[in-house]
């Protein structure tokens, strides 16, 4: 398969008179496959939207390279940026005053596409998206939801085949994230394109993303298939059973665990990665004053893996992520998994 | 060319929208373009101003606006389109930035063109000022305009790399307003200050302004003078020192990371 996009020894390091200099990103390297959707996680602060933003030429890197089909974004800037359109997290990345159709017709002009190829595409971006019939209306004046939709209809204007979307979903209401996500899925499966889509929505993650790569503090700590990943640390997850409501400040010191309700019992699950640490918790549970009812085996979601991986990066761990043995040889912080 | 053409356009007709959708600001921008003038001249002189002098003033007022509105486009312009996250989204066109900066820059004259021109057309006609202008005018006022966007390219530079540059552009409107001929013609200040003014922006092209439009004289004489020389020595110093300077900031920014921050 070929990559829509290579990244390699990409680093950034910004650096400010009179305080350190930051590593936003640290010798990244990194292959996108076309036709996927590639979920990039991380916490705030990881490096993802200035990954994000040096592909998009945004934002100079301090080494290494980005190529987009083959472009390089720095040497062969033209021809990289017809392969991409992006979505950049924050922003309006729109005219609020001007009507979808209007952005759509001009951003596709600054996008190098005129004419009546242009005035199709727009028109088949705007009915797919249900904004058809509210093309001439002022974008300030849509919902959140329709908003965003517009920003992604004019990120696609020029019909590019990689698409990166810096947390598309955020701030949008459950129906427009579901009408978003329902969409991003259709360009890969149905168009062929290739997604990027940061994110801190776990479920959305999951359930869309063929790959997923983690970053912590610039560096990369995993990046597999989400399956692959998911089922890397099958033993790993575990379900607490407990009589009762439990605090959440009790709840918090099981750290990597997220509680839920059930039939009036709380279930904690997370990912133990050492047996140890499952005593040590039943051992808090002790001390709490909680009654365990009991303690099971769970196939782990997208969120407890990625809290584990990141709480591994922020010990300085080795990778214990094996899960056959507990143990991964050789590997290293540098790549958890 | 066409590619010229076509980002021009499309920044004019994006401008014209825009500026529709703010209508009350662009009349009430129309308005104190004539306010201004007329209180201005009014107190200059005394109350009595003659039809002489008010064209004399009208002219360098004129091209002071023109000042005005590209100073603003480029620094405040810049800024919210960096908060809007529309600065970034243009930045990742594949067509070349310069392109679609001097398209910006060719939208923002235009659309000038039409503000100071309505404005002119009713303080003429209200004021029954003469002000006889022949084609021989435009490739100076051209040539101004050249010199006053490369000082813009100057403040719009500033504006990716240090964000807020509002009190530079404000310093920067009214130096120009005083010193730059506009009012008082920069013969009547004092030598220091007089050898000052004619390195700014505009202050040339006002000189050779009045003396094409309101002297009559033909681009051989002014050029024979030396005026028109000097216009075209300065404009081309700030065009091509604007430019560069504006290019330098872009990659600057694109190094901090600061293109959409604001």
Not at chain 1, 86 to 95: I, K
Not at chain 1, 116 to 125: I, N, T, Y
């Amino acid at each position: 398969m070929t990559a829509a996009i290579e990244i390699d020894g990409l680093s950034k390091v910004y650096t400010k008179r009179k305080s350190p200099p930051v590593i936003a990103v640290d010798d990244l390297s990194l292959s996108i496959p076309a036709g996927q959707i590639f979920g990039f996680l991380g916490s705030n602060g990881a490096g993802k939207t200035t990954t994000i933003k040096m592909a998009c030429g945004l934002v100079l890197p301090t080494g290494g390279s980005v190529r987009l089909h083959g472009f390089d974004v720095q040497r062969q800037r033209g021809q990289a940026m017809r392969q991409i359109g992006a979505v950049l997290e924050g922003t309006r990345n729109v005219y609020w005053r001007l009507t979808a159709w209007q952005n759509l017709l001009y951003f596709g002009r600054i996008k190098g596409v005129t004419g009546q190829p242009l005035k199709e595409r727009a028109e088949r971006l705007l009915r797919e998206l249900e904004l058809w019939e509210r093309r001439n209306d002022p974008v300030r004046d849509f919902s959140r939801g329709m908003q965003q939709k517009v920003a992604i209809a004019c990120a696609l204007v020029a019909d590019p085949p990689i698409v990166l979307l810096d947390e598309p979903t955020l701030g949008l209401d459950v129906k427009a994230g579901r009408t978003v996500k329902r969409w991003v899925e259709q360009l890969a499966r149905n168009e062929g394109k290739t997604v990027v889509l940061t994110t801190h929505q776990m479920d959305l993650a999951e359930s869309l993303c063929d790959q997923v790569a983690i970053m912590s503090q610039g560096k990369l700590i995993a990046n597999r298939p989400t399956g692959e990943l998911l089922g890397l640390f099958r033993q790993e997850g575990y379900e607490l059973r407990f009589r009762g409501k439990i605090e959440e400040s009790v709840a918090a010191r099981f750290e990597g665990f997220s509680p839920r309700e059930e039939n009036g019992h709380t279930i904690l699950s997370g990912t133990i990665s050492e047996h140890g640490r499952l005593y040590r918790l039943l051992e808090i549970a002790e001390i709490q004053g909680l009654e365990l009812l009991g303690v099971a085996q769970a196939d782990p979601n997208l969120e407890e893996i990625f809290v584990e991986l990141l709480d591994r990066a922020g010990k300085g761990e080795h990778s214990p992520a094996h899960p056959m043995n507990g143990r991964l040889p050789h590997a290293t912080i540098r790549e958890v998994i | 060319m066409a590619l010229a053409g076509t980002v021009v356009v499309n920044e004019i007709q994006k401008r014209f929208i825009l500026l529709w959708a703010y209508k009350f600001n662009f009349f009430t921008q129309m308005f104190m373009i004539g306010f201004i003038f007329v209180g201005i001249s009014f107190f200059m002189a005394g109350g009595q101003p003659n039809p002489e002098m008010l064209a004399s003033g009208l002219v360098g007022y004129l091209v002071w606006f023109f000042a005005l509105a590209a100073i603003s486009d480029m620094s405040w312009g810049i800024r919210e389109e960096t908060q809007t996250g529309t600065l970034e989204q243009m930045y990742m066109s594949p067509l070349p930035t310069g392109v679609l900066m001097l398209g910006r820059s060719i939208a923002s004259l235009f659309i000038s063109i039409l503000m100071v021109g309505m404005s002119a057309v009713v303080l003429v006609l209200a004021l029954g000022v003469s002000l006889p202008i022949t084609w021989t005018a435009l490739p100076v006022f051209l040539l101004t305009m050249a010199g006053l966007y490369g000082f813009a390219f100057i403040l719009g530079g500033a504006t990716l790399v240090f964000k807020q540059v509002e009190a530079l552009a404000n310093m920067m409107q009214n130096v120009l307003l005083f010193l730059n001929g506009a009012l008082l013609p920069v013969d009547r200040l004092p030598g220091w200050m007089e050898a000052f003014a004619k390195t700014l922006p505009t202050t040339q092209g006002i000189i050779v302004l009045r003396r094409v439009i309101l002297d009559g004289q033909s681009l051989a004489q002014v050029w024979q003078d030396g005026s028109l020389v000097g216009l075209v020595i300065n404009s081309a110093i700030y065009f091509v020192v604007g430019w560069f300077f504006f290019r330098w900031c872009e990659n600057r920014a694109r190094r901090l990371g600061a293109l959409g921050q604001y």
